[in-house]
Structures are given as C-alpha cells and as structure tokens.
C-alpha cells in the first residue's frame, strides 16, 4: 500500500497534476462538490425529502441578500417551500450517483463486448460491432421515453419514484456503451497482435485470463480518458431527461429536474429556483471536462508538453 | 525408452484463398534430455513455424496436415484443447527473440511470474513466489525479491532475457524451444545468455531446440543441426560434421559467407539469389537457381535426405559425389580446414 502510494508519488502523472493550477484547481472543486453533496444530511440545514417540514407558506422566497428574503433560506425555496440549498445539495448527490454508475455500466459492457470482439475477431466481431452500431443510431431520449413509459405503465407511478435512479442508470448506460467498445476494441485489436500475447498463449494461459489480465490493462488508458468525459455526459444526459420529466420525480428533484421545475416560474420573477441549479450543474460538469482534457493530455505521449 | 521429441515427417499447411500453401515439408527429428538441437536456416525457411507446430500454436489459417509430433510418448495435435494447454507452457516452454515484446508491460514481473506458476500448478501465492524466486536465483539475477516487484521496463534488455528463461523454467520443463533468444541483444549479453541455456539444459535436464539464422550461435551451443531452406530440411547432422563437412550445396554456402573463414581483405562470399517465397518454389530441388553446380536432374526431381556416410548426416542433394570436396576449397581436406 505504502509502496504504491510512493510510486504514485513519484510518477509522471502526479508530477504534471502539482505544475498544473488548472488541474489543482478543477480537482478540488469536483472533489469539494463530491463531498458536500454526499454529506449533504449533515450539512445542508433541511431534510428536503422530509414532507413534515415543509411550509408551503414559504413557497418562492428569494434569496436571503435581497429584500424579501428569509434568513433562514439562503438560496431561497422553490415552489413547494424546500430550501433550495439544501434541496441543490441532495440533487447533486443524484445526479453524480446517476452519472457514476451509469458510466459503470457503460465502461462494464463496453469493456467486455469491445474485449470480446476484438480479441476473438471473425464473425463475432462482426455481429458484436453491427450491434453497437444499431444501438449507437437509436437516440437514447428515445429509449428513455419508451423505457419509462412501460415502467410506469408496468409498475405503477409509485413504484417509478423508488426505482427512478436505477431505471435512469440502466438507460443511460445501454445508450452510451459503444462508445466504449469501440474505443476498447480499436486498442485491443492494437494489442493482440504484440509478442506478450504470444508468449501468454505459450505459457499456456486460457483466453479469458489473457484477455481480462494481460490484453485489459494495456488498454486502459484511453478507458480512463472517456470515462471523466463520460461521466460529465452522464450527468448531462441525466439534467436533459430530468428537465423533459422523464429523469427524477419532483419528490426527489435531482439538478435537472429542479431547473426543470423553476423554468415554468423564470417569468414571474422567480429566477433563482433555475439559476442556482443551472450553475451548479454547469460548474460541476466543467471541472470534470478540463480535468478530463488535463488527463488526455498527461497520458498520450504524442501531446507531451515539457 | 523412446526420444523426448520425435517429429515424423511434419508437413505444415496454410489454406488461404488462393490455395494451399506448404510452409513446412516432411520435417523429420528426434531430441533428446540434455540434448541441444539447432534449427538454422534464412528468415521464411520455416523455422519458427516449425517450432509453434510442434506446441501446436500456429496461427489460424495454418494447421498440421501431415505427420506427428510425439513429445514423452504422447501425440500432442491428437490432445484435445485443454490438455496441450497443460503441455505448453508445462512441460515445453518457448522462448522469444525480443524480451522487451515478450513480457507484459503492465503487469509486475512478479505478478507474471506466479501467474504463470498457478496457471499449471495448484498452489498458493506464497509457494508460487518461492518458486520465482529460485527460479531468478537460477538465472543469475541479482536481488530476485527486488525484481519480483519491477515491472519490466525497468529491467536491461539481457535482464528481461534472464527473466523471460526463468518464466519458462517455472514449471520445470523437460523441452524448450528458444526462437531466436539472442538476436535482440548485443554481443557479449548474447553469449552469457547462451551459456546460461547450455547450462540448464544440463543441470535440469531438458532438451533445447535453438531456432537462429545464425550459424555461429549454433555451432558453439547445439550437438545436432538441422538446416532448413524453403520449408523442408536439407541437411541434418552432428554439429561438428556440419560445420567442418557440409555436404549439401545450401550448407557449405552458409558456412563460406560467416566472417571469420577468410582472410582479412577478402570479400565475403554470399550465395547467389534470394529464398524463393513459398508461392512460387520451384520445381525439383527448391535451391537449384541458386546452385552452383545444378544439373538437370536438379531441377525436375525433388531430392530425398540420404546418408552422405559420415556417421549421422544426412543431406537432400543429388549430387552428394560431386559435393565431397567440390566446393570444400580445393587442396585441403576438410579436417585441416577446422
């Protein structure tokens, strides 16, 4: 453990991320997001998923600074009286979960389907990239909107709230996979052809453990790369269905859905219920793109600035 | 008790589009524990197809159509999938030319090392690492526990070699097949490393068979040698008889062209031509356009290997009589020539 850290310590990529203020900066500020948000039951001084707190007396008061506001609500509330600080802490939270995992499916089946396809190669590869190229043509708001209609049809509206953050994971996931695939297949069928995979076979190794221990690792890097990209698109495409009310009930607002429900009152004055989410949302998706292009940059040699 | 290694007339097929293609013809040896075989010929001879064929690792176009490989009394293309897996890699390993290629270059030596190591033999990680490490002892590698933890780009290049042997020594092979081990490196590494494969092949008694375009390496390490041109082996035989009295045309070529036989000045010979490629071998001895001393019968009849009677060679020549002392360099026989 103490041993890694060190080699980190003392690698290129740690080295670039200390001469870099752009990285420092931006990584702090995802970090410092991150971590509000999912401390936000401690931090944030209302419970806004707790309905016996809620005063609809309070309902559209501005911010605190300006003349009718309350001090007790800094950002404000919305239209049902949640404080919307504290109710921007918990849609953060949704949102990154969302984007987080939804990425990780991405990354699982992209990975394993690219893998496959490209160190098998011949007519499954055929068939395993005449897929993602189906699914890379159907546009996932669509898929969204079919997908949550038989949920809600299936299952009942109710059920939909419960379910809402794996239903958006798994639709957000099966659009986004080819990308993957085909970012990891062009590596692998890079990689298979080199000596090490020989001298694997040689050795005696079955496929799956060449394929998963020894092709996997050498293709990591630009994985890594997408990934921060993805994650911020993910985010993103979360906000988007959120915001046409197909992402997270209102009960459960995440960032999209609060822009979402403070845009239908922007020309009655209430500007603040769209603009505090907005700005999050913009900020947090941001730092994750620079550090993104930070990354891309620091891992293709081909780009290697002094 | 039969030969560790008995290959009968192994023919090697690769189907493609336009036809069949015959990369290896009628490949004939035998090897034994502690014996050290050397495959020499120019690069497309077949050598190296040779060699995965034997571990049946051709790659896929290709397949044996002819023959069998015997390895410890069992036909290994005969064994399903799963068992010349728990050959390969076990009980024969292979060596490559580049160490730089052959090893993993994100995985720790050590991760490798015991992958290797529990890919054939059911043990614990503990047991596995006590392996590697008197595995490294073996090759002479200094420090073995800090290597262990390195991965491979922060090795030398006769390191990795090193490395890569004691890989193939994990699972105590009795056969390895070394494809051009020494190529990659520079000279002096070169010879530590062959030293090092004579010297296993000794005190672990396997057998080696040492596949080079290099007939010097060859000459110094092996006991038998097999020259192969154009698919097939021309000529076979003990060493030293090879060196000292080729008999077929091809060989006695190889010998003149190494620096060293001649005066200083004097222009290297080469052998005339190129190898044919296999599309197009040409008909009767594949080696007449380059010849020397072809004659007609060369080039309508495919020779036979036969005795050339010195003891154990064997040479695919029709001219085997006019070959004696033709192109030895006329007066001297061929014991003052060494």
Not at chain 2, 287 to 304: A, G, L, N, Q, V
Request: proline share 6%; hydrophobic share 45%.
């Amino acid at each position: 453990m103490r041993e890694n850290w060190n080699r980190f310590r003392k690698s290129y990529l740690f080295y670039s991320f200390k001469r870099s203020p752009l990285a420092i900066a931006c990584f702090s500020i995802f970090i410092f997001l991150v971590v509000i948000s999912f401390a936000a039951p401690i931090v944030s001084p209302y419970n806004p998923y707790d309905t016996t707190i809620i005063d609809i007396m309070d309902s559209e008061l501005p911010p605190s600074w300006m003349e009718e506001g309350n001090p007790n609500f800094w950002l404000g509330t919305d239209i049902q009286g949640r404080d919307l600080y504290s109710t921007m802490l918990y849609g953060l939270r949704t949102s990154v979960i969302i984007g987080i995992f939804a990425v990780i499916f991405q990354a699982f089946v992209g990975i394993v389907v690219g893998l496959v396809s490209g160190y098998v190669g011949g007519r499954v590869d055929a068939f395993l990239m005449r897929i993602t190229d189906i699914q890379f043509s159907i546009p996932y708001l669509i898929v969204a909107i079919i997908a949550s209609a038989v949920f809600k049809i299936a299952f009942g509206v109710n059920r939909f709230e419960e379910l809402a953050i794996p239903l958006l994971v798994i639709i957000i996931g099966m659009s986004e996979w080819p990308k993957y695939a085909r970012t990891v297949r062009a590596s692998v069928l890079g990689e298979k052809s080199k000596e090490y995979v020989e001298a694997a076979r040689v050795i005696g190794l079955n496929n799956r453990l060449i394929m998963f221990r020894h092709i996997l690792p050498n293709t990591l890097t630009p994985v890594l790369v997408i990934s921060t990209i993805q994650v911020a698109q993910a985010v993103m495409s979360e906000a988007a269905l959120s915001f046409l009310g197909l992402g997270m009930p209102v009960t459960k607002p995440s960032l999209g859905s609060l822009i979402n429900m403070g845009f239908e009152y922007v020309f009655s004055g209430s500007w603040w219920i769209t603009l505090f989410p907005g700005l999050l949302l913009v900020l947090f998706v941001l730092v994750i793109l620079l550090l993104g292009d930070w990354l891309r940059d620091v891992l293709n040699p081909k780009l290697y600035k002094g | 008790m039969g030969h560790l290694l008995e290959v009968q007339n192994l023919k090697v097929t690769f189907a493609l589009r336009f036809g069949d293609l015959t990369a290896i013809d009628d490949v004939s040896f035998t090897l034994d524990r502690k014996e050290k075989l050397g495959l020499v010929g120019e690069s497309g001879a077949g050598k190296s197809v040779t060699g995965f064929s034997i571990i049946n690792l051709i790659s896929k176009p290709g397949f044996i159509s002819e023959g069998k490989v015997i390895f410890e009394g069992r036909e290994l293309q005969s064994l399903s999938d799963k068992d010349i897996r728990s050959v390969r890699g076990d009980r024969i390993s292979m060596i490559f030319q580049d160490p730089m290629m052959t090893l993993n270059p994100v995985l720790t030596i050590g991760t490798q090392m015991i992958e290797t190591v529990r890919a054939h033999k059911k043990v614990s990680k503990k047991e596995a690492t006590k392996i590697a490490l008197e595995k490294l002892n073996k090759v002479y590698i200094p420090s073995p526990e800090k290597r262990l933890k390195q991965y491979p780009h922060e090795c030398s290049g006769g390191m990795r070699q090193r490395i890569v042997i004691a890989i193939a020594l994990l699972t105590d092979p009795s056969l390895i097949i070394a494809d051009e081990p020494t190529t990659a490196l520079d000279v002096t590494i070169q010879a530590g490393i062959m030293d090092l494969l004579i010297e296993l092949c000794d005190t672990e008694d396997m057998g080696l068979i040492l596949i080079t375009h290099d007939l010097a390496v060859v000459s110094q390490v092996t006991e038998k040698i097999a020259v192969m041109y154009a698919g097939k082996i021309i000529e076979t035989g003990p060493t030293d008889l090879i060196v000292t009295k080729p008999r077929h045309p091809y060989t006695k070529g190889l010998i003149k062209s190494l620096p060293g036989t001649h005066q200083p000045g004097e222009a290297l010979k080469q052998i005339p031509g190129m190898m044919p490629t296999l599309t197009d071998i040409p008909k009767g001895c594949a080696f007449h356009p380059r010849c020397e001393i072809h004659e007609s019968i060369c080039t309508t009849e495919i020779p036979k290997l036969q005795r050339t009677g010195e003891n154990g060679q064997l040479a695919a020549c029709h001219l085997l009589e006019k070959t004696v002392d033709e192109l030895n360099g006329a007066p001297s026989t061929p014991e003052q020539d060494n």
